[in-house]
């Protein structure tokens, strides 16, 4: 018998150097939330199950996405709050950010409880025709989601936030990964 060949994870783990400029590891994590669009489509057509890929898929929405959320609920959101004038009309495009992200952490706890199901009974997700429908609805509103904020946030965070503002973004990003 061979063994094993040993896959590496399509949901590689984010450089801790790229925090010293937060925006772009925001910018950069935002790529790796479209690569997890992908698996979960991916996940959603597959015939057979996949586990190794469900354990990563898991993984990400219950560890990374959930800090990512935080990164911007907690910290980023709140500084463009205070730095933003008027004119920029940034709080109605932070509210519904925020009311996704709410909205998005109780999808995301479904589709990890249904990934979780289907790795127990040996099935691919797609015999589950509500798990399935999750998984590709999560997706698309995620593609959404992470195009509003990388053409109308990061920009206007690019502007508005000070050196002081990003030292003490990179400072609380680093404070939650150690």
């Known amino acids: 018998m061979k063994p094993a060949i040993a896959r ?4 590689e783990a984010m450089p801790a150097s790229l925090l010293a400029k937060p925006l772009d590891y925001i910018f950069a994590d935002h790529f790796r939330q479209r690569t ?15 586990e190794p890929l469900t354990r990563e898929v898991i993984g990400f929405l219950a560890g990374d996405m959930a800090l990512h959320v935080q990164d911007e609920e907690e910290d980023l959101f709140p500084l463009l709050r205070r730095r933003c004038p008027p004119e920029d009309e940034i709080e109605a495009v932070l509210s519904a950010l925020a ?10 706890r479904d589709i990890v409880e249904g990934l979780e199901a289907c790795m127990a009974a040996g099935r691919a997700p797609r015999t589950d025709a509500d798990l399935r429908a999750r998984l590709t609805e999560f997706a698309r509103r995620q593609r959404r989601h992470l195009a509003v904020e990388n053409s109308i946030v990061l920009p206007i965070a690019r502007n508005r936030l000070t050196e002081l503002d990003l030292a003490n973004l990179t400072k609380r990003m680093a404070e939650r990964r150690a």
Request: glycine content about 0%; proline content about 7%.
């Open 8 to 11: 590496h994870p399509r949901l």
């Open 36 to 50: 997890l669009c992908n698996l979960l489509e991916e996940l959603a057509d597959a015939a057979t199950p996949d």
């Open 99 to 108: 009311r996704e992200h709410h909205a998005d952490e109780r999808m995301a």
